[in-house]
């Protein structure tokens, strides 16, 4: 089964940009990849979400659009979650999510992902 390793979280200053990295230990090519965060006593959120197959379908929680992109590097087997212009609410703990290849993604929730990162944390002060 494939894994998935988060990395590039940490913490900064409102306003600011922090790129996460989903890397795999086997392609991503046709397979729906996403994006979920978790706060403490929360349901896990989703966050976005993308199929990548010869272009791209892509989709967004409400509450990142146009300030979150997530985007794909097949050669490196890697997704990427691009967030600018970060709000305290962004604060939380983020994991890859992937389901089988071929799978579409249909709702973004994680009930649909079978395949999971360990998470990075994410910390936004005010």
């Known amino acids: 089964q494939v894994q998935l390793v988060e990395s590039g979280g940490g913490s900064v200053q409102a306003g600011g940009s922090l790129t996460l990295s989903c890397t795999a230990s086997e392609s991503t090519f046709r397979r729906c990849m996403a994006w979920f965060r978790q706060v403490p006593g929360n349901k896990r959120e989703g966050v976005a979400q993308?199929?990548?197959?010869?272009?791209?379908?892509?989709s967004y929680t409400d509450s990142v659009k146009g300030r979150f992109t997530i985007s794909q590097d097949i050669g490196k087997k890697t997704v990427y979650l691009q967030m600018n212009s970060l709000k305290p609410e962004d604060t939380a703990m983020y994991y890859c999510?992937?389901?089988?290849?071929?799978?579409?993604?249909?709702?973004?929730?994680?009930?649909?992902?079978?395949?999971w990162g360990q998470g990075t944390q994410v910390t936004i002060s005010s």
């Open positions: 999510g992937a389901k089988d290849p071929g799978r579409p993604c249909g709702g973004l929730n994680a009930a649909d992902f079978g395949i």
């Open positions: 993308g199929y990548f197959n010869f272009g791209a379908l892509t």
